[in-house]
């Protein structure tokens, strides 16, 4: 004959139940271990565990860490895209405040945030001044000159902190402005000799043309530079 279990339940008594009853209250945590049972034959309520198998009980964390998200390992400082020190991102208004401070500084590096965003302060300068200048009408004719004449340096010298930060000179931005000064002087005595003399303005248009096309190439040339990411970890320029 089946044996019939008694468990105690808030205070109640519950049952009857046969064992196989009793596991599966067992595995569902209605019974634990510390739950009084009775069958006929005992004296009095035992403790569950004295008449049916538990798992032994696990300790209890003594700290609690949160699983951590699936994801790629940190990156670090040798990594090819880690973050670097030399040129740290800027936001809009830090990126003003660098600039200005280091308002003649060509040494160091600049960040693409902090060179994009003192040129984004630029052009909105230029554009709220160029409005005042004709809303004031002759009282605000300086408005936009003195802002260009304000940032003129700072945007330099950001500019060429930024190719820095590629690992490339400043004298980009000089050496083409050094050979334009004398090809220009060249063009415009072509012109003269052919507006004076009669000569073949066929040069003179394959002059002009190769002089664009220069100045082209080397506009791409700087965007590409300025757009590019920095140089990861330190370069010759800090």
Known sequence: MTKAWHYAWQGKSEGPVDAAMMGDLI?????????????????????????????????APTSFAPPQPEGPPPLGRDSAFAPYEGAPPRDFIEAIKVCFRKYATFKGRASRSEFWWFQVFIIGGSIVTGVLENAMGSDGAVLNGLFSLATFLPALSVQVRRLHDTDRSGWWIG???????????????MAGVVEAQGGSEFALGAAAIAMVVTLIGYTIAMLVFLVSRGTPGANRFG
């Not at 739950?35 to 008449?51: P, Q, Y």
């Not at 050496?175 to 005595?189: S, V």
């Open 175 to 189: 050496g083409f402005y050094l050979a334009l000064i004398p090809a220009l002087t060249l063009l415009g005595l």
């Open 27 to 59: 595995r569902a945590g209605r019974v634990r271990a510390d739950t009084l049972v009775w069958s006929e034959g005992m004296g009095d309520w035992e403790r569950a565990d004295a008449h049916f198998p538990f798992a032994p009980a696990q300790p």
